[in-house]
Each structure stands twice: as structure tokens, then as C-alpha cells.
């Protein structure tokens, strides 16, 4: 089996992993994150891509970056920016930021879609409205909502992590 492929294999399966435990409980566990970190830190020691391995540090570190300001204003979970991070460690910092934007581009229509079909496309949208407002009144940024998981406001964001990352890794 080449490198390339076992690190697909690695990508894949965590991502499978992530997505079922998110549809389940709405988390991603840091028993596999660890677990999958694990084998990947195993993966550039035996393999011959451990000059790599700083690259793979510098993915892992990219979304923790970018992504945490979203989980301090409570718009995406510890958990998910942990899957980009593991993510990243792999594929390296261009890919994982590619990854991240096409996550959100497929996130946004599986919002719509889901906004449509409940029936609340322009409350959402009115509440981000207010909630803009507030911050630029208020000239401080608010946390975003308090939405809890069985609200018409959260969405399994795995999902929408899997579609982007396959898109990147396959394309």
C-alpha cells in the first residue's frame, strides 16, 4: 500500500468515524482525535514523509488559528476544530485551509436547505440581522446565540467537514 493511499485511509475513517458520533450525540470525541493523531504521528515515523512532519505541524496548528475566534463566539464546536486540526496534520496547511472553505461553502447550503425546509429561512436570517446590529451598537462582538442541540439552529457540522475535505483530497 502506498503512503498516499494509507493516508486517504486515515482521512477517511476518521471522518466517518466523526461524522457518526456528531449525527449520534452531537460530538466529536477526543478519544478518536487523540487516537487518530496517534496513528498519524505513527505514520510520518515509519514512513519515509517524516521530513514532512513540520509541514504536518503547521496544518495541525492552521485551523486552531483561523477557527477559534468562531468557537469563542460559540458559532462551531471545540470538536470540529479539532477534526480540521488532525485533518491538517496530514494533508498539510494549503489543503486543510482549502478544506475549511469549501466545509463552509457546503455548510451554507445544507443551511439553506434546512432553513427552507423548516420554514425559517427569514427568521434565521432576521436574527443574524439583530445580532449584527447588536454587535455594531454595542462595538464589541457578542457571543452568537445559545443555541441548544435540539433547536432549529445548530446542524451536524461533520457532515459539511467530510463533504469539503473529500472535495479537496479527491479533486
Not at 487518530?36 to 503547521?58: C, K, Q, V
Not at 477559534?68 to 470540529?80: Q, T
Not at 494533508?91 to 457546503?106: N, R, T
Request: aromatic residues 14%.
Amino acid at each position: 500500500m502506498n503512503l498516499n493511499a494509507i493516508k486517504m485511509t486515515l482521512i477517511i475513517t476518521q471522518i466517518a468515524i466523526a461524522v457518526i458520533t456528531d449525527v449520534r450525540c452531537y460530538k466529536v470525541k477526543n478519544i478518536m482525535i487523540a487516537a487518530f493523531l496517534g496513528a498519524e504521528i505513527m505514520f510520518y515515523a515509519i514512513s519515509i514523509e517524516h521530513r514532512n512532519f513540520f509541514t504536518g505541524l503547521l496544518g495541525l496548528a492552521a485551523p486552531f488559528v483561523v477557527l477559534f475566534p468562531l468557537y469563542i463566539l460559540k458559532m462551531l464546536g471545540a470538536g470540529d476544530i479539532k477534526l480540521f486540526c488532525s485533518i491538517g496534520f496530514l494533508v498539510g496547511v494549503k489543503d486543510v485551509l482549502y478544506s475549511i472553505i469549501y466545509s463552509y461553502l457546503f455548510g451554507f447550503v445544507i443551511a439553506v436547505i434546512i432553513m427552507i425546509n423548516r420554514d425559517n429561512f427569514l427568521a434565521r436570517f432576521k436574527s443574524l440581522f439583530y445580532y449584527l446590529k447588536s454587535c455594531i451598537l454595542s462595538m464589541c462582538i457578542l457571543p452568537y446565540g445559545g443555541l441548544n442541540p435540539q433547536s432549529d439552529g445548530r446542524m451536524h457540522f461533520t457532515i459539511p467537514i467530510a463533504m469539503g475535505t473529500l472535495a479537496v483530497i479527491l479533486f
